[in-house]
């Protein structure tokens, strides 16, 4: 049986874990490189029974950062064989102002990257708002609840 995998990752500005979903039992790492400075080792850590995984940046020492490069790889699938799935992303500096009176959310981006901002209210319910950074950076989306 063929057993392949795909990396879904969390990777959040100042947040002081990696977190996403893999296929059930199979091992996260992660490699954070700063701009110009020594790669970091993290993990392994296990997936749980519904995929998900939470790696602490502890051995970084620092929250992720602008420029941090996160190569991310899962391995598992059999005894003897290890099937691979590799995601690499280079944090991109973004701004973020919200106006609780309309409740938009502004900001800057790279030109052309899709921003997705997240909101969860007080029930733990969360929600993910979408927009694309115009040609100048710029984005803006209405976040109303659904």
Do not use: C, Y
């Not at 954070?32 to 502890?58: C, E, H, N, R, Y």
């Not at 944090?91 to 309309?102: A, N």
């Not at 938009?104 to 790279?110: I, K, N, Q, R, V």
């Amino acid at each position: 049986m063929l057993a392949l995998a795909t990396v879904d990752a969390q990777i959040t500005l100042g947040a002081p874990a990696l977190r996403g979903r893999v296929t059930a039992g199979w091992e996260v790492s992660a490699t954070v490189t700063a701009a110009g400075g020594s790669p970091v080792k993290i993990g392994p850590v296990t997936a749980g029974g519904d995929g998900s995984f939470l790696m602490s940046l502890q051995p970084l020492g620092r929250p992720i950062a602008v420029g941090d490069n996160v190569d991310l790889r899962a391995t598992g699938g059999g005894q003897h064989i290890n099937w691979f799935s590799h995601h690499i992303n280079q944090v991109k500096d973004i701004t973020v102002t919200l106006d609780r009176s309309s409740d938009l959310a502004t900001g800057t981006a790279p030109a052309g990257e899709a921003v997705i901002l997240s909101a969860e209210d007080m029930d733990g319910r969360q929600e993910l708002f979408r927009a694309t950074a115009d040609g100048a950076g710029a984005f803006s989306v209405a976040m109303a609840p659904a």
